[in-house]
């Protein structure tokens, strides 16, 4: 089976810098997913990992350790616009299927104050 | 706009009813998704679909059933429905090559259902 856990939520003031962190257990692991979800939106692609290590994309970063089965997302420069959701995937490919599966988090609640 | 057209974007329905949701996946993408999100509830993997196959199943009802068709669109069918269906139902493609690359899934705006 699959395991995906992140805080539920989280609370930091524009302009700051938050780290949402994300602990997984999974066999055939195969990537790793950052989305971002407004109340009542679809999900939004933000970031991916598959190899350790730190990816940056402007604002965000995301990184992943395969051996911890943890990644976390960085979001610097906090704005307003960023209170969301965001959602941790991990893509999986388990041994007896060939085929892969992506299963999310329950997802963390950030919300930015002024 | 990601690409992913799901119909309709609301419904309203009564306890016992059957709904079918579509779900037309970005050209070019052979895997379809779909995902059931109750209130302030994370997204619950329902089923996928590649090139017109069923590939992996979630935690599913029995009495939902999914397909995707040669056009590559795919149909999420709900039966006996409940109070407790309630929810917004997503449908994600990706290309789903199948390797390490950075496939990520483009989701629809959702489906809004409401059991009554």
């Known amino acids: 089976g699959q395991n995906i856990d992140q805080p539920t939520e989280m609370t930091a003031t524009e302009g700051a810098i938050v780290q949402i962190n994300c602990t997984y257990q999974t066999s055939g692991f195969n990537g790793l997913f950052w989305y971002q979800q407004h109340a009542g939106e679809a999900p939004t692609f933000l970031s991916y990992n598959v190899l350790d290590g ?42 007896n299927t060939g085929f892969q599966k992506l299963v999310f988090g329950t997802g963390t609640r950030l919300l930015v104050s002024p | 706009d990601s690409g992913v057209t799901q119909t309709p974007k609301h419904l309203i329905t009564a306890t016992g009813q059957r709904v079918t949701l579509r779900c037309s996946p970005r050209s070019g993408d052979l895997s379809v998704y779909w995902y059931q999100q109750s209130l302030d509830q994370g997204l619950q993997f329902l089923i996928q679909y590649y090139n017109g196959e069923e590939r992996a199943k979630g935690n599913i009802l029995e009495r939902f059933s999914a397909q995707q068709f040669p056009d590559l669109h ?43």
């Open chain 2, 74 to 116: 795919s149909e999420l069918n709900l039966s006996s429905l409940e109070l407790g269906d309630s929810a917004l139902y997503f449908c994600a493609s990706s290309v789903s090559t199948g390797g390490t690359l950075n496939t990520e899934a483009f989701f629809g705006q959702g489906t809004r259902l409401t059991v009554v």
């Open chain 1, 54 to 95: 730190l990816e940056e994309k402007g604002r965000f970063s995301s990184f992943l350790s395969r051996s911890k089965g943890y990644s976390y997302l960085l979001l610097k420069e906090l704005q307003m616009k960023d209170s969301a959701s965001y959602l941790c995937a991990v893509r999986s490919r388990p041994w």
